[in-house]
């Protein structure tokens, strides 16, 4: 899995913005043996990328950069579009590609200022968590995550192509979308989402605690995303204005349908419950598609649900139990017991394999709860 | 905490229904010593209860049953107010209490249809997962575990003090609400979320592939619960819609706000980005209020993010060597990779280990992507 991928673009590379994604792709180039240039306008985040063996100093390596290389722009958001189009005049015929989470804006706004359309591509690894600076920075952050690549209609085969294995090298799976498509994308699957998390969340802010005391695993999952950085997300909000207002408009007309039912329900009305089972029916086979670890329609795990001590040890008893059977874990949850120091852990794995895991467990004295 | 509760009520019990809750609660009160009847309009689950233990047939036992005993029922909702009006006159100086996942409707109907009010005492213990029947039933079930006890107005002190007995003796934490209480309690943190859930997976029902190939664990969190058997939801929803369709109105408040914002936005108008931040703010806030595992506000956990490789045996060695540092795992979670058997595994830890355990992870040759 970390192994050297085996196609590499040639170098040297120019990363703009020694951030956790530049500095990663740095890492990831340097690790292909892609010979790698640096520059930041934080002299220390530079300075720090080059100790961990991302690269050179652009001003070092500058003069033997070849016409063919590409420079990768990884500042943030608000700065990408001024950083593309000065870099694709420095650069007059190197590929130029980005990392900025909404594409249409930021790639506009660049040919407006000047980028030549010619050569620019647009990129978004998709590389998991919020960890900021370059210290973050890992050599295998993109391996076996997705990497949208975004050409504009004018781009061109060489340049699309430079960026794909871009991402290659760099450990990911390259995926095509066009700015429009992956805004729409991320609107959907992260950007409204995010939005919708808040405003529930934001309901817990005036309700008594008692109310709260009694949130399950259900109300946590809802609001984990919540609790992520409020700035950071104005701007993306921002520069996704549209496309995740038109996924919201949607999430608000199911509620308000769900609403009036409720509404005329609650005042002894005429019911139409169906509405409401339309509703949730169409979000048992709405979340039916979402793909599982394997890229296929999520398979339908059975899950085992063992009560485990909340002691330093139990869950690795527990793990070696399960490794024991040669049983392969899909997934863990671990739900929270309020009040007292215990917990119920939910093993989910194949259903051929769950009779035979649940046994094995309960030969081990683990307190299963059945499986479902 | 599987250990035999201090508190016993007196016994016998009667347990009307033997689904999941009803069989459950006869077994924990079984496991204290406390003799328990049962009654079930299906002589399969009747039959399957008492050859798990759980008591003795209520023809059997109905003679002995002493004046002062407790008749449980656990009933689905929809029978819950007959069946409690009814035990209410067979069993004319006994507390009755309910499983009912929603109160005040299902109490108001049992006392129009002829329950004695003083002797009725609403209950709802907080049993985690949703396994139907006898067969999934356990005797440490409710261990730790709320349960809600609502006694209405005119409840006698001594017959809420059964039900709060009874909740104890089968190893649940009471805790007392009004029947509206509860019901508001409930919406916040369930019946709603349920909703938005699966609102917003009926999206993902029309959306291409594509789009949805690129969710996170943010999707994947935010639609989990929205697989959940939709004509349950139904009924429960129904039953409770007057408060669910106020926190569901407060939401739709909320989005509408930030919708109107980023229509704006999106239309190039003067922007209100202060409002989204608000949200966003406001969310942080609420979601900081769901209560630790310990019952305090969550605890900041800082989260040690470890790749490792998608075979048996491999979350049994991190876990192997995470005990072996001592260190307690506050909390799990597997990260699903698309299109590659991969995984990152993130373990919360609290922060004075959380050096330590990356330290001793690497040691061990794990790939530790640094904490957070």
Redesign the interface.
């Known amino acids: 899995?970390?192994s050297t991928p085996p196609i590499a673009v040639v170098g040297p590379v120019l990363v703009i913005g020694t951030g956790l994604i530049g500095t990663s792709i740095a890492l990831a180039l340097t690790r292909a043996g892609v010979q790698v240039a640096l520059d930041d306008v934080d002299a220390e985040q530079l300075k720090l990328a080059v100790t961990m063996g991302a690269g050179t100093v652009l001003g070092d390596a500058q003069s033997q950069l070849p016409p063919s290389t590409i420079v990768v722009v990884a500042v943030p958001p608000r700065f990408a579009s001024a950083v593309i189009a000065q870099a694709s005049k420095d650069f007059p015929t190197a590929t130029i590609t980005d990392v900025t989470s909404v594409k249409s804006g930021v790639l506009q706004r660049a040919i407006a200022l000047g980028a030549d359309k010619y050569r620019l591509v647009g990129g978004h690894p998709?590389a998991?968590?919020?960890?900021s600076g370059a210290?973050?920075a890992?050599k295998?952050?993109f391996?076996?995550?997705?990497w949208?690549v975004s050409p504009l209609s004018e781009s061109g085969a060489s340049h699309y192509e430079n960026v794909r294995n871009l991402a290659i090298t760099c450990g990911a799976?390259p995926?095509e979308?066009s700015p429009q498509?992956h805004d729409?994308?991320?609107a959907?699957?992260?950007h409204?989402?995010?939005?919708?998390?808040?405003?529930?969340?934001?309901?817990?802010?005036p309700?008594?605690?008692?109310?709260?005391?009694?949130?399950?695993?259900?109300?946590?999952?809802?609001?984990?995303?919540?609790?992520?950085d409020?700035?950071l997300?104005?701007d993306i909000?921002?520069e996704n204005?549209?496309p995740?207002?038109e996924?919201?408009?949607?999430?608000?007309r199911?509620?308000?349908e769900?609403?009036q039912v409720?509404?005329e329900?609650?005042g002894g009305d005429q019911?139409h419950?169906e509405i409401?089972?339309a509703?949730?029916?169409?979000?048992?086979?709405?979340?039916?598609?979402?793909?599982?670890?394997?890229?296929n329609i999520e398979a339908p795990f059975i899950e085992v649900?063992v009560?485990i001590?909340?002691?330093?040890?139990?869950?690795?008893?527990?793990?070696?139990a399960?490794?024991?059977a040669?049983?392969?874990?899909e997934?863990?949850r671990?739900?929270?017991?309020?009040?007292?120091?215990?917990?119920?852990v939910e093993l989910s794995v194949k259903p051929e394999v769950a009779n035979d895991l649940v046994h094995k467990l309960s030969l081990r004295g683990f307190?299963v709860?059945?499986s479902?």
Chains 1, 2 share one sequence.
Request: no cysteine.
């Open positions: 899995m970390t998709m998991g968590r919020e960890v210290v973050g890992r295998d952050l391996d076996d995550r997705l949208i799976v995926i979308m498509e729409e994308a991320v959907l699957v992260s409204a989402p995010q939005v919708i998390s808040s405003a529930l969340a934001a309901q817990l802010l309700a008594h605690a008692n109310h709260i005391a009694v949130a399950g695993q259900g109300l946590r999952d809802m609001t984990r995303i919540a609790a992520s409020s700035s997300w104005v909000l921002s204005a549209g995740v207002s996924v919201i408009s949607e999430v608000v199911e509620l308000q769900v609403l409720l509404q329900l609650a019911d419950e409401i089972d509703t949730l029916k169409a979000g048992v086979k709405g979340r039916a598609r979402i793909p599982g670890r394997h890229g649900a009560l001590e909340d002691k330093p040890g139990e869950l690795a008893r527990l793990f070696v399960a490794g024991d040669g049983v392969n874990l997934d863990v671990i739900e929270h017991v309020l009040g007292k120091p215990s917990g119920l307190d709860r059945g479902a």
